[in-house]
Structures are given as C-alpha cells and as structure tokens.
C-alpha cells in the first residue's frame, strides 16, 4: 500500500507507472509451430448460394480435440455466413459435436465450435498431428446480388484472435494449444475512512476519479496465444464479373493505360475482337460505344481530360 497526502499527486504517480512500464509478456523465442490455421481464398459468382468457405489447419505436435473460430466479415453488404456447415471430407467428419452461431445474432459474424469426444461412449478419436491438406472444416455463407460497376468486389474473412474466448484449440485432456502467459499492470484506488494520526484504520476501494489516498499496482497474468508457434492467417472472397471503367483489355490489374487504347482502336477500326465488358468501354458515359469514347479516353491519358464515366 502507498500512502500520499496528495489525492491529484496519487493519480499522477498511478499515470507515470501506467505509461512508463509496458506490459510484460512471458512470450518465449520463436520456435517450430504448433499450429497452423487459415481461410482459403475463394471467389463466387454474385448472387451464389451455399458457397462452402474452407478452414485448414495443420497440427505439428498435439493432437486437436476440440476448437473454437469466430470468423467476422469486412463486407456485410457482400456475404453473409449461413447457420450450417459441411465436414464430409474434412478433419472433423465424425465429430460428435458441431454447432455454428451467429454472433450477436447477425450473419456476419460466426462462432464455430467443435468437439471430437461427447459423453457418453463410444470414444471418437481427435486429430493426431498432420499436414495433410484436408480442410478442418467448411462453413457455408451466401453471396449477394452485386452490381457490375461494383469495383471493389471482394470480402475480408477474419479470424477474431484477441483472446482464448474468440480462438482456441485444445486437447484431449481438455488443454488449449500453443498459450503463454502474459501480464497487464493493475491498479487499485483507496480512500481512508478512519485515520489515527498518520495510520488508517479503515480503507475503501473507489473510482480512480474519486478523491483517493494510496493506489495499489499489481501485475495481473492471463493467457494468450503464443503468436510465435500459433499462426492464424485471414482469408477473402472474391466476387466474379465486374469490371474497371476505361479497362477496356479486361486486364486483371484493373489499370487504365496504353494497352487499353490500343484495344478500342483496334476494335473500333481494324476488326479486333470486341472489349471483354463493352460497359468499360463506354468512357463517356452515354450507354454507347462509338468514338466518341475513343476521344474521352484520348484527353484522359494525354490532356489531363476528365477520367471514364461509364454510365455514371
């Protein structure tokens, strides 16, 4: 206990210890993973159904009994997860307990949760140490109607890791995978209710706010993932068609440039194969093809014209 006469020089004292000392993690120097675990990238076409997102997970060292992912969206306006999943073909197929929740009740948040063994018997094996390949699990989500002049098409799937309650793989015994212990400071407020000269007889916790006496400051553990042996990669998905205004080539970077040009002219004038999506090539925006989009696209790249409009 640390007594002060001053209630504003305690919360000053408490304020250069909280700035002044990081938190202290017991992290230990990176070694071989015990754990491996990703979202595959994947694409769909818009307005896809039942689109399977795959988990994988590779385990080098204890065999997986159980496991809880809670996977967040970036894009609620592109998917959203269904309350069902597939494991035929999978790690988990066999598992005697699966459940899929939405988060807050919204589809774009899921909590996965898996249990290989469920009382009472028969005993239903985990998954022994492997790099196989297999998807651990595939959990199933619908895709939108998105628009063609949609240019970002794709969607983030992240894998929430703040904490054990968010992400966890455990054991047989019941033991969660791949943990250290890690340390935030704490402190604690005291008001005096009863003094005898100098001494307190009777102490009462407050509110860091309220007029204190002496602040207490301990070192609070707790668990987490060992990020230098656990490794959780995010995953995306990808919306096909669409395009980029004045991408007349189609190309997959989506830039506008030179070969572009060369594309419309060739089209327009000597017989080349028509644009991939004629509404890229719609530069003027006027719902036709002509040259009229050949100028636009002219001034833009050499006169410092105004960019492709395409229907805009």
């Known amino acids: 206990m640390l007594r002060t006469a001053n209630p504003a020089r305690s919360f000053i004292y408490c304020a250069v210890i909280l700035i002044t000392l990081a938190p202290c993690a017991v992290l230990g120097t990176p070694q071989s993973p015990l754990l491996e675990v990703r979202v ?17 997970m590779n385990n080098y060292e204890d065999t997986v009994a159980g496991f809880s992912i809670w996977l967040q969206l970036s894009r609620p306006d592109i998917l959203e997860f269904q309350l069902s999943f597939d ?4 790690l988990c197929s066999g598992w005697e307990l699966i459940q899929v929740n939405h988060i807050g009740g919204t589809p774009y948040n899921v909590k996965i949760v898996g249990i290989a063994n469920w009382p009472p018997p028969p005993t239903t094996p985990g998954i022994s140490p492997q790099q196989n390949g297999l998807p651990l699990i595939k959990v199933i989500a619908d895709v939108d109607a998105v628009q063609d002049t949609t240019t970002n098409r794709s969607v983030d799937i992240l894998i929430a890791r703040s904490s054990l309650s968010e992400f966890a793989f455990s ?3 019941g033991q969660v995978i791949g943990t250290v212990l890690d340390s935030v400071l704490d402190t604690a407020f005291y008001a005096c209710l009863d003094w005898a000269g100098d001494s307190c007889l009777e102490w009462e916790l407050v509110n860091p706010w309220e ?3 002496s602040t207490y400051i301990f070192w609070r553990q707790f668990a987490v993932i060992d990020t230098s042996r656990v490794f959780i990669n995010d995953g995306s998905l990808t919306v096909t068609g669409g395009y980029v205004c004045g991408n007349i080539d ?3 970077t989506g ?3 030179i070969s572009d040009l060369v594309c419309l002219v060739d089209w327009m004038f000597a017989g080349g194969l028509e ?3 004629l509404m890229a090539a719609d530069c003027n925006g006027d719902g036709g093809n002509d040259v009229s989009d050949l100028v636009w696209l002219v001034d833009f790249m050499f006169t410092g014209g105004p960019p492709p409009l395409c229907g805009q």
């Open 171 to 173: 054991d047989p015994m």
């Open 211 to 213: 007029p204190h006496d």
């Open 275 to 277: 644009p991939p999506v």
């Open 87 to 90: 494991t035929s073909g999978t």
């Open 250 to 252: 189609n190309d997959p």
């Open 40 to 56: 595959m990238d994947t694409t769909a076409e818009s307005g896809a159904t039942d689109v399977p997102i795959s988990i994988y």
């Open 255 to 257: 830039a506008v440039d």
